[in-house]
């Protein structure tokens, strides 16, 4: 498919925020697109030409979906797989393709697909019952993740010592020897059609520690250029040897003796790329779309030092959002505000992100943590 076409249409799986933004960066190319999404409120509602609600797990709903557009993706994994089979097999596109999103869906063949090609990843065992998790070989304390369903930091249990056996999943699940790293780092791939690939520039990741997910980005990495070109050909490699259509986020640990370890990858957007739409030349999303339609990728260098900020409902909070703060943060040069169309905040649900650009990395960062303190949702 070598052009964007006013009247071909794109289906996505999910009309969540990744949805949203897609679709924001699509309506630049005049591409139509048709959203399937289980919440009848979601982000993607107002923005897509046609918004479908129905499960995506639903073999029935996704066939009868993916039936009615000429190209397909997802801005999340948790999709029926064999309904995109049956669509590819009759003629659909789909991207990234089934059997990818297949391999992504579950962390125990994710792992084994890293060592049988030799992709640097920490020492693993996979587990289906609460009695080969007793008898592990991998010493505590170790992480503990469910192979399927996990996202956004569920999923994931730290086993200390035994006594903490008790409250194990016990569902199949992998074991991973913990990693002493000195910073989680993320580097984001895309490839189309014709086999053309780039990397997105090194990114340093802080995670929120309840709620174990990505709350502060800063681009670019200032590691050594060693350490980001093998981060990067490391992201190439797994892209190439997987040979997907779109996006792959690469998410990584740098050890403290200096070695890259691969943690887990998303084929899709990811929260690791949120900072390229002011900061880069492309965004992560252009360059998906570049990639399924098999157009030229774009440039991905680093308009200037970026921090994404993610803006999370605040704890204790439950119901109509109140985003405290607001003009405060936008007093501020280089401020960039992205809120996700969520009606109802949570504790810690991602409820949108602010990006901040500054030539000066120190007072970028600064800013940044000027944004965190002050932006604040509430109900």
Avoid: W
């Avoid at 591409?31 to 129905?54: I, S, W």
């Avoid at 709903?61 to 993706?73: A, E, R």
């Avoid at 802080?206 to 050594?224: G, H, R, Y």
């Avoid at 900061?279 to 570049?290: I, T, Y």
């Amino acid at each position: 498919m070598k052009a964007f076409y006013g009247d071909l249409k794109l289906g996505i799986l999910g009309g969540g925020q990744l949805g949203r933004m897609l679709i924001q960066q699509a309506i630049n190319y005049n591409v139509t697109v048709k959203v399937l999404d289980p919440d009848r409120e979601a982000p993607c509602r107002r923005l897509c030409n046609e918004f479908v609600v129905g499960s995506l797990g639903d073999y029935e709903t996704v066939y009868n979906f993916g039936k009615k557009v000429d190209l397909l993706t997802i801005e999340i994994e948790k999709v029926n797989v064999d309904a995109l089979e049956q669509l590819e097999k009759e003629g659909v596109l789909v991207y990234p393709q089934s059997r990818i999103i297949r391999l992504i869906q579950d962390k125990g063949l994710q792992k084994q697909f890293f060592k049988e090609n030799e992709i640097p990843t920490a020492e693993f065992q996979v587990i289906s019952s609460p009695e080969q998790l007793a008898q592990s070989h991998i010493p505590f304390p170790y992480i503990q993740k469910l192979r399927r369903d996990g996202y956004d930091g569920k999923g994931v249990y730290r086993v200390n010592d035994a006594s903490y056996l008790t409250n194990a999943f016990t569902e199949p699940s992998l074991i991973e020897r913990m990693v002493d790293f000195e910073k989680e780092i993320g580097v984001i791939v895309a490839r189309n059609e014709s086999g053309e690939v780039k990397t997105f520039p090194l990114v340093e990741m802080e995670f929120n520690p309840e709620a174990n997910l990505v709350e502060f980005l800063i681009s670019p990495s200032t590691f050594p250029f060693e350490v980001q070109m093998e981060a990067e050909n490391i992201a190439k490699r797994i892209a190439e040897t997987l040979n997907i259509v779109g996006i792959l986020a690469v998410e990584m640990f740098l050890t403290k003796d200096g070695k890259i370890l691969v943690n887990e990858l998303a084929p899709r957007p990811h929260n690791s790329g949120h900072q390229s739409i002011e900061g880069n030349v492309v965004s992560q999303f252009e360059q998906h779309l570049r990639a399924i339609f098999d157009q030229p990728l774009g440039d991905t260098a680093c308009r200037s030092n970026a921090i994404m900020v993610n803006i999370l409902g605040e704890a204790g909070y439950e119901g109509p959002a109140i985003y405290q703060g607001i003009e405060k943060i936008l007093k501020c040069d280089g401020v960039y505000v992205h809120l996700y169309g969520k009606a109802l905040t949570k504790p810690f649900r991602k409820m949108g992100h602010v990006t901040i650009i500054d030539n000066d990395r120190e007072k970028a960062i600064e800013k940044a943590r000027f944004v965190q303190q002050t932006l604040k949702v509430i109900a």
